[in-house]
C-alpha cells in the first residue's frame, strides 16, 4: 500500500514571498509523483511530475519540486509567488502499473497583498 | 477539443436514494477514473474504466459501480446513500492506463446526501 502525507494544511504567504509545500510517501515500490492544483471551484490540474530522469521537475508558471528517494519527499517550491497561486495543491503517487492516483490530503495556500 | 465535462454540477438527495453522474471524457482518450473527494480532504480514487472494462477499484463498497460506454463517456451510479456520501466527485480521463498517459480532471459533481 502507498499513502502520501502533506504535512501542512494551510500556508498563508505573502505576495512575491518564496512558499514550500512539504509532501512525503511511503510506498514499498517505485512511485511516480504529481503535483496537481485545484483553483476554487474548478477541478484538479496537473502542476508538474516525476517520472524519471533529473529529479527536480518544473512547471511552466515557476513552480518545481525535487524528488528526494532517500527522505520519499517530493516538495515544491516557487520562489515568489502571486495572488493568483491562490489554490490548494495535492501531492500525488502512482505505482509503475498504471495511472491511478493516491493524493495527500493537500495544502491550501493563501497569497496576501 | 473540448475538455472533461461532468454533469450534473450539483445535487441534492436524501438518504437511501440512488444517483447517477455522468462523465464525458476529453476527444481521443478511452480512459475515465472516478474519484471521491470529501470536504477538506484529497480525492480518493474509486475505480478505473478502460474501453468499457473495469480496470481497478479502490476502496469502495459494491454500491458504488460504474458503466463506460462505446464512445468512452462514463457514468458513476450510487445506490443506497449514505449521509457520508456527500461530496465532490472527480471524472478524469486519459489518453490509457500507462504511468506516463496524465489524467485530466473535470470540474466535479458535488452530491449533497441530507
Not at chain 1, 61 to 73: D, H, I, L, R, Y
Not at chain 1, 94 to 105: D, E, H, I, P
Not at chain 2, 79 to 97: K, V
Request: charged fraction near 15%.
Amino acid at each position: 500500500a502507498q499513502s502520501v502525507t502533506q504535512l501542512d494544511s494551510q500556508v498563508p504567504v505573502f505576495e512575491e514571498a518564496p512558499v514550500e509545500l512539504r509532501c512525503n510517501y511511503s510506498s514499498s515500490v517505485s512511485v511516480y509523483l504529481f503535483w496537481y492544483v485545484q483553483y476554487p471551484n474548478q477541478g484538479l490540474q496537473l502542476l508538474l511530475k516525476y517520472l524519471s530522469g533529473s529529479t527536480l521537475v518544473k512547471s511552466i508558471n515557476g513552480f518545481e519540486a525535487e524528488f528526494n528517494k532517500s527522505q520519499t519527499s517530493f516538495h515544491l517550491r516557487k520562489p515568489s509567488v502571486h495572488i493568483s497561486d491562490t489554490a490548494e495543491y495535492f501531492c500525488a503517487v502512482t505505482r509503475a502499473a498504471g495511472n491511478k492516483l493516491t493524493f495527500g490530503g493537500g495544502t491550501r495556500v493563501l497569497v496576501k497583498p | 477539443e473540448t475538455g472533461v465535462t461532468q454533469s450534473p454540477t450539483h445535487l441534492i438527495k436524501t438518504r437511501g436514494q440512488q444517483v447517477t453522474l455522468r462523465c464525458s471524457s476529453q476527444s481521443g482518450h478511452n480512459t475515465v477514473s472516478w474519484y471521491q473527494q470529501a470536504l477538506g480532504q484529497g480525492p480518493q480514487f474509486i475505480f478505473q474504466y478502460y474501453r468499457e472494462e473495469e480496470n481497478g477499484r479502490g476502496n469502495f463498497p459494491p454500491r458504488f459501480s460504474g458503466l463506460q460506454f462505446p464512445n468512452y463517456s462514463s457514468e458513476l451510479n450510487v445506490n443506497a446513500l449514505e449521509l457520508d456520501d456527500s461530496a465532490l466527485y472527480l471524472c478524469a480521463s486519459s489518453a490509457g492506463t500507462g504511468v506516463t498517459d496524465t489524467q485530466y480532471f473535470g470540474p466535479g459533481t458535488r452530491l449533497t446526501v441530507l
